[in-house]
């Protein structure tokens, strides 16, 4: 192997141009030659490469997004851009590719790889950390911390006013984000897509908790079932008119910012993982991290097979929310 190439893809997520800065710099160390894909998929099957070296991944360890930019291709769903993208990897010699991405990015590295030679390793990339394979996705950490952040802000003006806010936050299909901030925000109750949504058990947990605090926020992921933030605040408050309600959407601002040390350390592994992995052979595998220690999930049993929700953490939340 002499020629590698690397992409992100799919939403931006906090860490990903430390993972880009490893998977550089660790081709570099094996004499590799590097090229980055701009926009992804979509950049993918226009030849959008552009030569890295060491220097053009300096001081991007601490940034958020991805210096090579990042796109969902419609084009690429379909079987002529995957091919298209396979003759472009074969045209301008690439031997190893390394995807970091999502769900949506190691589908279509599945698909790719069965329409090329090429070896394909991927870095899982997405604040929802809705894969199978690893424990935390690069971005999921500096996401929740952004939002309790957030949060911690809002409780001010709630405790003020002694106000009802509804803040509503990303993960539309998983709500690990919405679990993990709610309770380290200390909600008062987190309505997620795991489990269906009660109002009338809702209203009672408030209607409990009425006299034991000034203020009260409850964490609404972002998913149809209970209709987003802003459905259940107007359900909530035709029951308990007498309540100050308010309602926040954090939207992208959960997917910018700094990366996190947890963020960048994890994404600086990921892709010093991932390289090594092409050049010992392997490919089709998405690069993680379970109980602290590199492991390695086939790209087609990564995505869309998530693991069942912790409900002792929902349990938990419930009780310390009282």
Known sequence: ??????????????????????????ALHNGLQIHGVMRGYEGLMDAEFIPLDAKAVSNIIHRGGTIL??????????????ILAAKQLEKHKIEGLVVIG???????????QKKTKVKIMGCPGTIDNDLVGTDFAIGY???IN???????????????????FFVEVMGRDAGLIAL???IGAGAEAILIPETPTHIDDLIKRLE????????????????????????????????????D?????????????????????????????????????RTGEMVGIIDKQICYTPFANAVKHREGLDLHLLRMMEILSL
């Open 208 to 243: 409990r908790g009425r006299k034991n605090k000034s203020s009260k926020i409850v964490i609404v992921s972002e998913h149809e079932s209970a209709g987003g933030a802003f459905v259940v605040a107007e359900k909530v408050k035709k029951q308990l008119p007498y309540y």
């Open 146 to 164: 952004t939002v309790v952040d957030a949060v911690d802000k809002i409780r001010d003006t709630a405790e003020s006013h002694e106000r009802l």
């Open 102 to 112: 999502g769900d949506g990015t190691f589908k279509g590295a599945d698909e790719l």
């Open 141 to 143: 950490d500096t996401a």
């Open 1 to 26: 192997m002499k020629t590698i190439a690397v992409l992100t893809s799919g939403g931006d997520a906090p860490g990903m141009n430390a993972c880009l800065r490893a998977v550089v710099r660790t």
């Open 180 to 182: 993990r901030s709610g």
């Open 69 to 82: 930019k990042t796109a969902r291709s419609k084009r690429f769903l379909t079987e002529e851009g995957q």
């Open 245 to 281: 309600t308010r309602v926040t959407i954090l939207g992208h601002i959960q997917r910018g910012g700094n990366p996190s040390c947890m963020d960048r350390v994890n994404a600086s592994r990921m892709g010093f993982a991932a390289v090594e992995a092409l050049v010992g052979g």
